[in-house]
């Protein structure tokens, strides 16, 4: 069975830094499009940063600069680096994989469990 797998998640001071994880486990063959999402009390779920299979990247505006991610095709795992932290930064942040290629067909739009990120003041 395929797991999205998130770490890396916590308590940090404003300014401070995290840097998620997220493996994907199980008979994999491949994956194309990788993406962290957050959702914060009362706002809807947003793309932070997008990854293609071959490391091209994209952002929301509000963490360029501060964010980046970056995958590992041979460990199945996207990271997310958070640096200079903002309490606005406050979510639940969730991996995705656009489509995940197994023995038993492709397997669209995978989200992991979510991991919890948290930026005091």
């Known amino acids: 069975q395929v797991q999205l797998v998130e770490s890396g998640g916590g308590l940090v001071q404003a300014g401070g830094s995290l840097r998620l994880s997220c493996a994907a486990s199980?008979?994999?063959?491949?994956?194309?499009?990788m993406g962290w999402y957050r959702q914060a009390p009362g706002k809807e779920r947003e793309l932070v940063a997008g990854?293609?299979?071959?490391?091209?990247?994209n952002y929301a505006d509000s963490v360029k600069g501060r964010f980046t991610i970056s995958r590992d095709n041979a460990k199945n795992t996207v990271y997310l680096q958070m640096n200079r932290l903002e309490p606005e930064d406050t979510a639940v942040y969730y991996c995705?994989?656009?489509?995940?290629?197994?023995?038993?067909?492709?397997?669209?739009?995978?989200w992991g469990q979510g991991t919890q990120v948290t930026v005091s003041p």
């Open positions: 990854t293609t299979r071959d490391g091209s990247t």
């Open positions: 199980g008979s994999i063959y491949s994956i194309d499009g």
């Open positions: 995705k994989a656009d489509r995940i290629y197994t023995p038993r067909g492709p397997l669209n739009d995978y």
